[in-house]
């Protein structure tokens, strides 16, 4: 597997789309989330392993949907996980021991209720509390950590005198709290007396008893209580230093548990790598759930062409829904490794190419996608030209262009997938065309694929795919013209979006004239324009 940032550069992420989907991309665990900012990309030649993961993701899905209860039991240890990657190095003690024992609880509620799912489990193979810590932490049914008495027997004795000590200083005080109280009429459910002012012969009482200390007061009233004798302070001494003795005994126990766990290290990162990885399969089966996701077929024959039927660029279907347009899903099928796509201006080519791009980053993360069906093969990497997303760094969109196809092209030897979004729009046309045609035929001489959207014409080449978008729907457009003075519905409405092969000769259906026309240009301008063409 590889890196993603070796797999997809940063201006191609944001042309796709991709840094959004993977932002509200969901596991649970803080460890998992963690591993969700630096996800694995599928490479070629992992074909197997992907397929594999396919299996493993479609059993996460079945289980969410047919044992709901189990599902949301392991989504909750798995937020419940704590991280131990930190724990390790640090001085040992009560608190790295408990985060240990709260891991060790949670790993074995979870390897429990994967016995209902033994493909999972099987993957897993996680293994029993007793060969993760040797037996040192005890009981793993409970979550929390605490040294029992039976642990060690000096232990168990010192807390045996620890509580007598208690029960004495608690008998000190009682005796020295009820002989005050007979000596001065208080009540014996107190510790401390609050005496009104007005009572001024209690109070100089009171303040001349060595036994009774004045520990506050206000205008209405003082406050008193017993005064710490001698022998309480003894009694109390005696306890601190029988508490030190408890700690001194833990310490050490603490150390032989830490004597213990160490050489286990390797098997405690491993057992947590491998909870990380669940977690993660059951947030690519909750996406693939949301998204009404199928598995992506994926072809290990090199030159396997990316079709797609019915597919889904969620979060651009989600802006277009919420401007209440209705969306069209893309149908793609095109063999050949290069493909030349057309059509009016917002006529969705755009869409086209962030949609291909997307699918073919979801399949390589491991994704289900929104499709009806994905075949595809994969890709070393996913390059994409667009305007969106560009940063320019002081160069003119031309400049900037060719900046990015230097770095890019050299890759195509070990199969891109290069998605060009009107590629040398800004500059002579004439030039820019063969400019255009030059990298096509760069890219259909190697084992990359790629699909450019143009307003072009002339870019034949042997064995390229020709696509058009169906662009302006006439006959709507006339049914609305005919109704005369009738305000124009929205551009969407008139557009069908959909994609459809077509031969070289009329690849290009110019719509340019009849979409500035609906968006209001004079129509002087647009009856010399046509004139003008005319002549052409």
Not at 290 to 308: C, F
Not at 314 to 340: H, S
Not at 505 to 518: F, G, K, W
């Amino acid at each position: 597997m590889k890196r993603l940032s070796d797999f997809i550069d940063r201006d191609s992420a944001r042309y796709l789309g991709l840094d959004e989907t993977l932002a509200a991309f969901s596991p649970v665990s803080d460890a998992g989330r963690r591993q969700a900012q630096r996800l694995m990309v599928y490479a070629p030649g992992e074909e197997a392993a992907l397929r594999a993961h396919h299996e493993r993701a479609s059993t996460a899905v079945a289980l969410i949907q047919n044992r709901p209860d189990s599902a949301d039991r392991l989504l909750y240890h798995l937020r419940e996980l704590p991280r131990i990657d930190d724990a390790w190095p640090l001085q040992w003690g009560q608190s790295e021991i408990a985060l240990l024992v709260a891991f060790r609880y949670h790993h074995h509620r979870l390897r429990q209720e994967l016995e209902g799912a033994p493909l999972l489990a099987q993957w897993l193979n996680l293994v029993a509390p007793a060969d993760l810590d040797g037996g040192a932490l005890g009981d793993p049914g409970s979550s929390r950590f605490y040294i029992d008495d039976r642990r060690n027997p000096a232990l168990a004795e010192q807390r045996r005198r620890i509580k007598e000590a208690q029960a004495e200083i608690h008998r000190e005080k009682t005796t020295q709290r009820q002989a005050l109280c007979l000596r001065h009429g208080l009540p014996e459910t107190a510790d401390q007396w609050v005496v009104d002012r007005e009572d001024q012969t209690l109070i100089n009482r009171l303040m001349a008893d060595p036994d009774v200390a004045l520990v506050g007061e206000t205008v209405a009233s003082v406050r008193f209580a017993p005064r710490t004798g001698e022998r309480l302070a003894t009694l109390r001494s005696a306890y601190a230093s029988l508490l030190q003795g408890e700690r001194r005994i833990e310490t050490g126990l603490y150390l032989e548990i830490e004597k213990a766990l160490r050489p286990r290290s390797l098997i405690w990162m491993t057992q947590a790598q491998k909870l990380v990885e669940l977690d993660l399969l059951l947030a690519v089966a909750k996406t693939a759930l949301a998204w009404k996701a199928v598995a992506p077929r994926i072809d290990s024959d090199p030159a396997a062409p990316l079709t797609v039927a019915a597919g889904a660029h969620k979060p651009l279907e989600d802006v277009v829904r919420a401007e209440g347009a209705a969306y069209v899903p893309l149908d793609w099928e095109a063999a050949e490794p290069v493909a030349v796509l057309t059509g009016a201006n917002m006529g969705g080519k755009t869409v086209v190419l962030q949609t291909l791009g997307w699918l073919q980053a979801l399949v390589q993360l491991g994704f289900f996608v929104p499709a009806a069906q994905l075949r595809t093969r994969l890709y070393s990497r996913v390059a994409a030209l667009g305007a969106q997303g560009e940063t320019l760094g002081g160069l003119s969109g031309f400049g900037r262009e060719i900046e990015r196809l230097s770095k890019l092209l050299p890759f195509r030897r070990d199969g891109v997938l290069y998605l060009l979004d009107e590629p040398a729009r800004t500059t002579h046309a004439r030039e820019g065309r063969a400019i255009i045609r030059a990298v096509l035929e760069a890219i259909a001489a190697s084992p990359s694929c790629g699909v450019v959207a143009t307003h072009f014409d002339g870019l034949a080449g042997e064995g390229y795919a020709w696509m058009r978008m169906r662009g302006l729907r006439r006959e709507v457009v006339a049914e609305w013209r005919s109704r005369g003075g009738e305000a124009r519905p929205p551009l969407h409405h008139l557009m069908d979006y959909r994609v459809e092969r077509a031969d070289d000769a009329d690849a290009t259906r110019p719509d340019a004239l009849r979409v500035a026309e609906l968006l209001g240009l004079e129509g002087a301008i647009i009856a010399r324009a046509q004139t003008l063409l005319d002549a052409d």
